[in-house]
């Protein structure tokens, strides 16, 4: 399961109604790759028009947030907060990071 809290939903609706805004299949991809200064980073959040085929598709407080087997085996659980800070601001409450670093977006899982 994916959530999102209320505040980063607040976000991802204005940038899904900029982007895809007469598109009811439209969602968030929350993606990760091997990378960064701790062995994982996210992927920046991005809109997209419909999951994939083989997507995890989740929904919370109104967003659909579409994951890949891959990414999900690593960010189940996670919880998408968003800080108030417009430029990007969002937040990711991952349980199966062990660390994170400075940078907010890379990790290390357990």
């Known amino acids: 399961m994916i959530t999102v809290t209320l505040e980063a939903a607040k976000r991802l609706k204005k940038i899904l109604d900029k982007n895809q805004s007469n598109n009811p299949e439209a969602g968030i991809r929350l993606a990760i790759r091997a990378g960064g200064c701790s062995g994982f980073v996210y992927i920046p959040l991005t809109v ?10 989740f929904e919370s407080n109104g967003i659909r947030i579409f994951v890949d087997p891959k990414s999900l085996v690593i960010v189940k659980g996670t919880e ?14 991952n349980p199966n ?3 994170n670093c400075g940078c907010g977006t890379s990790f290390e899982i357990k």
Not at 48 to 57: G, I, L, R, S
Not at 80 to 93: E, P
């Open 48 to 57: 997209t028009a419909k999951p994939h085929p083989h997507d995890n598709v």
């Open 80 to 93: 998408i907060d968003h800080t108030g800070n417009l430029l990007d601001g969002f937040v990711f409450n």
């Open 97 to 99: 990071a062990k660390n």
